[in-house]
């Protein structure tokens, strides 16, 4: 309401007219709702523009003598408001829809308006006024209109110079400006309104959605189905595919991008029973009701498959076609249900599909959140467990004391351990910047569903308050001058078009938090062109700007060693030819070359003054073997280091593609791209124990992304026997990490000696895996190694002789 300035002097009035240019009480009753220009426009779903009024009252608000009136965002002396007169009444919590301009586009009809004009509105900005009278107002600033006791309300949009306090924000041909859920009406456009798509609902409680089951709009009373009549106690709808009319609920949430719909919760009529769900999305490409509307929905049971029908996700339960009728209008909410310490428990795991079995919440963690798929549910004080990335997405716990690392993650130990507690956050708007360990504090609210890449997520209304846990990017210890040290590093598909500012921070982990290593072994290092798929496979120019990069940045000039894969037959990125390789330093240590290495020739080892050494360096180990189909090769070298030799393979195994899901629908998942990599794992132990044939005492490291955990099979066939050892299992469980996927801090990297390297140290490097910025998706590794002179007793004496040299060096 605006009430009229009392007289109290010319001098004071313009006072108060130039401080507040709009003074007005709160309404209780009729209001403007919602306004829209854009309808017909270019892009536009709705044909016509639209306002929407609304009454909070409890009585029927008559509209006769009013009138809907609007001017342009920036008025001219010239400019007049245009007017549309009104005659009827409000129901009590209900609204009135007022039609005015049709455009030539849009393909959706308004619902039946319950008044229509002429006035064609900007889609972007301008302004709407509820006006007692039907002769047009003639104020032009806020603080006239402010003054004119005629408006009753009054929404300034876009850029509007009329408006009360600030305007909303700008709208579009696809976007309206909604009243928030309650009705505020605190005088202030911007805090009372939000910007999201049009929802116009009329009298009867009509809106768009873009199908019609042919519910009776003058009988909008409850069906005969509720929510948890459409949830089941299973993961699928017992009315798959079936309509249902009328189902009750108030709208909890909506969703104005992607999957566009929006969510409703049963609040009166609930059962009794933890495993069915109160809550439901309906899907529609139309507009949808407003938050706090209390509807009726009719529509078609739909399990809807994120990823596709034949993928291994679960399903998303969906009213389809919906149709809705608007009861009233500013209901209060259903309070979330607080979401913390689910069990330990996964999934049942019945040798296939899990989408009959009945739920058991009170057993397994994700049964419970498929009992609340819909619902409105909230996470207090969520810890992040996987950083925030480009898709508004970050994960969370909700078991914090689970499986913790020392860093703020969750560590994954084992199939049988799969982190119940992990829960995937998705945000509609910006989400902050956030790395593991950091916390959401306060309450996170929004409705649980079933998302791709990552399943059960709970789609964020309202995010609690982002703290920084000031995560730190470590540096790794210093070695020794009689030390060689040797790290793996996956530097993400790098090729020379990148930004320089890539090259520039690989460079940084390189030289400052990896030390400059002696021999650093890299995964996915692209052709001189990228993904361009034109029969290019050198890689000298990807190399060289690295190498560059690594010398501007005070490092060594690193020389390299690589082979050209065959074109496209390595696997990865389309035209990419992703490939293996190393960096040395010239200074520290010496590579021993031997002609003959191409993609298709096999190393062999051979005896050399009886050690072993190798027919070709570097060579591809065993390239023609079908375990490598479609796979980066391993590549072995052959260095020097203090006049002992030492055999360093670098690794890029098969991808984890084709994997079922872990969270989805059959239990336990199959782990197809195991069989590959288990032969893979096969060949290289094969190579290795040829070395070992010839010489037990040989120094023998496998570098690289092996693609598997440190409790896979393929990890099993290189170390079972005890001849060659995975360092990773050399730390503290809860520091054996690289890589952080779906909120579990776990290990593809890895660093394989032989056993007879007893004097080591290892770190995996924590600079990427668990930050938002990243240079790379994996954290690299190092080890800082006292090679093997072969006879364990010389290596006594050797390393006693090189510990008092590096005492006198301090």
């Known amino acids: 309401m605006r009430p009229t300035l009392p007289v109290v002097g010319t001098a004071v009035a313009a006072l108060v007219l130039a401080a507040a240019p709009a003074v007005a009480a709160p309404s209780t009753d009729a209001l403007i709702a919602e306004v829209y220009g854009g309808g ?35 008025p001219g002396a010239s400019t007049q408001w245009g007017v549309t007169p009104l005659t009827g009444s409000i129901a009590p919590g209900k609204t009135f829809l007022v039609a005015e301009a049709k455009g030539t586009g849009g393909t959706v009809d308004l619902p039946a308006p319950d008044a229509t004009g002429t006035i064609a509105m900007s889609a972007t900005g301008g302004t709407i006024a509820l006006v007692s009278g039907t002769t047009a107002l003639t104020c032009k600033t806020a603080a006239d209109c402010a003054a004119d006791a005629r408006v009753k309300d009054l929404v300034g949009y876009g850029t509007a110079a009329v408006r009360e306090a600030t305007a909303t924000g700008a709208l579009s041909n696809t976007t309206s400006a909604s009243r928030k859920a309650g009705l505020p009406d ?21 809106t768009t ?72 999305f309906v899907y529609t490409s139309g507009s949808a009701p ?34 809705t009728i608007t009861l009233s209008k500013g209901n209060p909410l259903p309070a979330p249900v607080v979401v913390k310490n689910v069990p330990a428990g996964y999934l049942p795991a019945p040798g296939g599909s899990i989408e009959q079995l009945p739920l058991e919440p009170e057993k397994y963690a994700l049964d419970y959140y498929e009992s609340l798929e819909g619902t409105l549910v909230q996470v207090d ?4 467990v996987g950083p925030s990335n480009t898709f508004g997405e970050v994960w969370v716990t909700v078991n914090p004391d689970q499986n913790r690392t020392q860093r703020g993650g969750t560590i994954y130990t084992g199939y049988d351990q799969p982190n119940s507690g992990r829960l995937k956050i998705k945000t509609a708007g910006p989400l902050p910047a956030a790395n593991v360990g950091d916390v959401f504090t306060g309450a996170t609210v929004g ?53 320089q500012e890539k090259f520039d921070r690989l460079a940084d982990g390189v030289t400052t938090n990896l030390r400059s290593p002696d021999v650093l072994v890299l995964e996915e290092i692209q052709d001189n062109n990228g993904a361009t798929n034109d029969g290019v496979v050198a890689a000298d120019q990807t190399l060289q700007k690295f190498s560059d990069a690594i010398a501007a940045k005070g490092g060594p000039r690193y020389q390299w060693r690589q082979i050209d894969p065959e074109n496209l037959k390595d696997g990865g990125e389309p035209g990419g030819n992703i490939r293996v390789g190393f960096f040395f330093n010239p200074q520290r240590v010496s590579f021993v070359d031997r002609p003959g290495g191409d993609f ?31 796979s980066r090769k391993p590549l072995a070298g052959e260095f020097k280091f203090r006049g002992r030799t030492v055999f360093v393979v670098a690794n890029h195994f098969n991808s984890k593609g084709g994997d079922e899901a872990m969270h989805g629908r059959n239990q336990p998942p199959t782990r197809s791209s195991e069989v590959q990599r288990a032969k893979q794992a096969a060949a290289l132990k094969a190579f290795t124990e040829q070395i070992r044939a010839i010489d037990k005492g040989a120094n023998v490291v496998l570098a690289g992304d092996l693609n598997d955990y440190q409790f896979s099979p393929a990890l099993k066939t290189l170390t079972g026997d005890g001849n060659l050892k995975a360092l990773i299992e050399t730390l503290p469980v809860n520091e054996r990490y690289s890589y952080v996927f779906e909120g579990s801090s776990q290990t593809l990297d890895h660093l394989v000696m032989s ?13 990427n895996a668990e930050f938002a910025d990243q240079a790379s998706d994996h954290d690299p590794q190092i080890v800082r190694a006292r090679p093997s002179t072969g006879d364990a007793n010389v290596d006594k004496i050797v390393f006693a002789l090189e510990d008092i040299l590096d005492c006198l060096k301090k």
Request: net charge negative.
């Open 40 to 74: 017909g426009n270019s892009g536009a779903t709705l044909k016509q523009d639209f306002v929407e009024l609304a009454n909070k009252g409890t009585t029927p608000f008559a509209l006769d003598g009013f009138s809907v009136q609007y001017i342009s965002a920036s």
């Open 186 to 206: 605190t005088d202030d456009n911007s805090a009372d309104f939000a910007v999201g798509d049009p929802t116009s609902t009329n009298s009867k409680g009509e």
């Open 209 to 280: 959605g873009g199908g019609d089951p042919d519910p009776d709009p003058e009988d909008p009373t409850p069906g005969d189905k509720r929510i948890h009549d459409i949830q089941g106690v299973s993961r699928i709808s017992p009315l798959l595919g079936q309509k249902v009319t009328n189902v009750p609920g108030v709208v909890t949430g909506v969703r104005t991008s992607g999957d566009r719909g929006f969510w409703i919760q049963d609040v009166t009529g609930q059962d009794n029973d933890p495993r069915t769900s109160e809550g439901v």
């Open 290 to 323: 407003a938050v706090g509307d209390s509807v009726l929905v009719s529509g078609t049971i739909a399990e809807y498959r994120p990823g596709g029908d034949t993928g291994s996700n679960q399903t998303l339960t969906e009213i389809t076609s919906p149709t």
């Open 381 to 384: 004080d969520a810890r992040v």
């Open 447 to 499: 409705a649980m569903e079933y998302t791709n890449f990552g399943g059960y997520t709970l789609a964020a209304l309202s995010l609690g308050t982002h703290v920084s846990s000031n995560l730190q990017r470590e540096i790794t210890a210093q070695q020794k001058e009689s030390e060689l040290s040797v790290a793996t590093y996956n530097v993400e598909n790098l090729d020379p078009s990148d930004p």
């Open 600 to 630: 298709k020739t096999p190393v062999q080892v051979v005896k050399k003054n009886g050690r072993a050494a190798l027919s070709v360096s570097p060579g591809r180990i065993d390239p023609l073997n079908d375990a490598w189909t479609a």
């Open 755 to 767: 056993k007879n390297i007893t004097r080591f140290s290892y770190d995996v490097v924590h600079i």
